[in-house]
């Protein structure tokens, strides 16, 4: 990161030590076990905070000037092919929007610079009624084997509560494989229902059987659940907000869901992406009505209930849905245990073959 005048931007450990290279910025500071980075992690608890750059009104403090830049032409050629050519070449979305757009018109990750429209290496921040939906802010429930409450499907990655970014996705998804390959060692296969496979795949391939005049298509979909959202759930909630959010949302699974239409399989997937996020805003709406307080470290304000940060809710909200209504239960934050001796209870003979393998 460079500011206006190109003057590169300084980083520093936990402890506010300056780091001269690219290569401290990998490295724990001293007497650190390791740091925690990316996602939503941004300011963890000084145990776990990492390399970043300097804070924003130190650097104005400095005389460094916006807008910023993200100086490509000076990392490590590696690191430079990495950031430009895999993660915004390959990952999510950013394939044609940025990569594919901005290389036709000529930009080079050699020689041209990309402007920052944050006040650090973030390029934005959220508004009052936006939200993202990975990692931090909910996820699934499950046990220590990463099992879920339907029986036999394990989850991972960004899906789980509290699990964000590769790190999370590689250790989990490699200890959620390891426990659903050990319990499918222990089952048989049972026999599928013809006429529960024939109903599904009807189910699944049916708006491309529908007419697109008289249907919807998934973007007014998405846009409407969009704006129903940041009506009726934004910066400020109260209960009759959120109910009239809920009454809107259910109007449209009766009513738009059922004329969905797709033109091809590219659109077939959209169609149901957005009735998957249909289903997620009436669970954002739900766990937003059940916690009867307001909190300033999830950024949730109500109206109705102006207590902020009441330890009667300093508990989980698990919701589920049983014969068409939804259960909603608290669980202890600490409703896991120790993490050390609860994982080494259930993994053990994990552990004893790894220690063989290497030696120990």
């Known amino acids: 990161m460079v500011d206006a005048r190109g003057v590169e931007i300084p980083y520093a450990d936990r402890d506010g030590r300056e780091l001269r290279t690219v290569s401290e910025r990998y490295y724990p500071a001293p007497g650190q076990k390791f740091f925690l980075k990316g996602g939503v992690i941004d300011n963890p608890k000084y145990e776990y905070r990492g390399p970043e750059t300097l804070p924003f009104d130190e650097l104005i403090r400095r005389g460094y000037q916006l807008p910023f830049y993200a100086d490509l032409s000076r990392m490590p050629e590696s690191e430079r092919k990495v950031i430009w050519g895999m993660m915004v070449g390959e990952e999510a979305k950013t394939k044609v929007p940025v990569y594919q757009n901005y290389t036709e018109r000529g930009f080079d990750p050699d020689r041209h610079m990309l402007q920052s429209y944050g006040t650090g290496w ?13 990692g931090a802010p909910g996820g699934l429930m499950h046990d220590w084997d990463l099992k879920t409450n339907i029986d036999e499907i394990y989850a991972c990655g960004d899906q789980l509560y509290a699990s964000d970014c590769a790190g999370a996705a590689c250790a ?11 319990y499918a060692e222990g089952v048989e296969l049972c026999q599928c229902s013809q006429e529960d496979i024939r109903a599904e795949k009807e189910r699944l391939y049916a708006p491309l059987s529908r007419d697109e005049k008289s249907g919807i298509s998934w973007k007014e979909l998405n846009k409407a659940i969009s704006k129903a959202m940041q009506n009726y759930c934004g910066g400020v909630k109260c209960d009759s907000l959120l109910l009239e959010g ?56 109500r109206s109705d209930y102006p207590e902020t940060d009441s330890p009667r809710d300093r508990k989980y909200i698990v919701i589920r849905q049983e014969d068409e209504s939804v259960v909603i239960r608290q669980v202890p934050l600490d409703f896991f245990g120790d993490l050390e001796e609860e994982y080494e209870k259930r993994n053990r003979d994990y552990m004893e073959r790894e220690a063989a393998g290497n030696g120990r």
């Open 122 to 134: 973030q390029s934005a921040s959220f508004l009052e009624q936006e939200r993202q939906f990975f």
């Open 172 to 182: 989990t998804g490699y200890y959620a494989g390891r426990k659903a390959a050990d």
């Open 246 to 301: 809920l009454d809107l949302l259910k109007k449209y699974e009766e009513e738009a869901v059922p004329v969905l239409y797709a033109a091809n399989p590219h659109e077939l997937m959209r169609v149901h992406e957005v009735m998957d996020i249909l289903t997620v805003a009436r669970l954002v709406l739900q766990a937003s009505l059940a916690r009867k307080s307001s909190s300033e470290p999830l950024c949730f304000m």
